[in-house]
């Protein structure tokens, strides 16, 4: 009898035992995306923080608690919304928010939605809770870009008769082609919506409702921050400012946003040197608090190995 077609499957067992660590690495890449980004994150933190970071937290700080109250509230709100939607749709649970917090300061210390892209490595981890993570993750992001045009695009309707002069004429026509931009870079979704979205239309709705919600309230407790830092300046000229920095962030052509925003406050309010101190000093308390968390958090996950 020819034995050879016996004999080849076990001559080809090693070979298919060698694959086996292949297939535990595949199903292990959530946790090493992961963990890389936090490694990258806690660099690009400490980078910050050594650089120019601690030299604006040695400047004078404010003394009105109410001005750390508002901060803090503008600084949980984009990971706090985040965990409203995500606990509607996952139902994930209170410990979740330390992973939308790692999302959002991946997104501002390291390339813009490389928090996304930690979110769902997370969400991967957990198929008990959710078994196909990318579609919802997909939805949520494209919609709070929606929402961030649509809000930008309100403000600029509101704010351009008032502020148009304070421009010059290449700003102004930098802002009107930003404008468009804006627009054009909507209408895809919204026309092709049925086949970009994944979710019910009803959840979509909430979903923008919600991202809606936390971008006005941000430049709302934004404002409150600043007005409670220099009380001269009145709350609704502080008002008028969050907005015009929302749309600053969000304009697509104009290269040095921060510059652009703080030229047109300066215009509008004067006191220079006051004005950059305090955007310094907010951006070094949110660059403060990054660290701490992402501190925090990975000091958490190591105790809690240990005890494991």
């Known amino acids: 009898m020819n034995t050879s077609a016996v004999e080849a499957p076990l ?25 890389a980004l936090t490694l990258l994150m806690i660099g690009a933190l400490a980078h910050e923080l050594f650089g120019s970071g601690l030299v604006a937290l040695s400047r004078s700080v404010p003394t009105n608690p109410l001005f750390y109250l508002a901060f803090a509230l503008y600084y949980l709100g984009p990971p706090t919304f985040d965990y409203i939607i995500f606990r509607r749709l996952w139902g994930i649970p209170l410990d979740g928010m330390a992973a939308l917090h790692k999302k959002r300061i991946s997104n501002e210390v390291l390339l813009g939605y490389s928090g996304e892209a930690y979110f769902y490595a997370w969400a991967r981890q957990r198929t008990q809770m959710v078994a196909a993570p990318f579609g919802a993750v997909k939805d949520v992001t494209i919609l709070s870009a929606i929402a961030g045009n649509g809000i930008t695009f309100l403000g600029i309707t509101l704010a351009l008769p008032f502020g148009i002069d304070l421009l010059t004429a290449i700003q102004q026509k930098l802002v009107l082609g930003s404008l468009g931009l804006i627009i054009a870079t909507s209408l895809p979704f919204l026309i092709f919506s049925r086949r970009v979205f994944s979710l019910p239309r009803p959840t979509l709705w909430w979903i923008f409702g919600i991202h809606c919600t936390r971008l006005v309230l941000g430049s709302f407790f934004i404002a409150l921050a600043w007005h409670a830092a220099m009380p001269q300046v009145s709350l609704m000229v502080w008002l008028f400012l969050a907005a015009a920095r929302l749309l600053a962030w969000r304009l697509p052509l104009v290269p040095n946003k921060e ?38 958090f990975s000091l958490h996950s190591l105790l809690s190995r240990k005890s494991q």
Do not use: N
């Not at 298919?16 to 595949?26: D, N």
């Open 11 to 35: 001559a080809s067992a090693p070979d298919l035992a060698g694959l086996e660590p292949v297939e535990k690495i595949r199903r292990r890449w959530p946790m090493l995306l992961g963990g």
């Open 259 to 296: 510059l652009v925003f703080a030229t047109f406050a300066i215009m509008l309010i004067g006191q220079g040197a006051a004005l950059s101190d305090l955007m310094a000093l907010i951006a070094a308390l949110s660059l403060l608090v990054h660290v701490a968390l992402i501190a925090g």
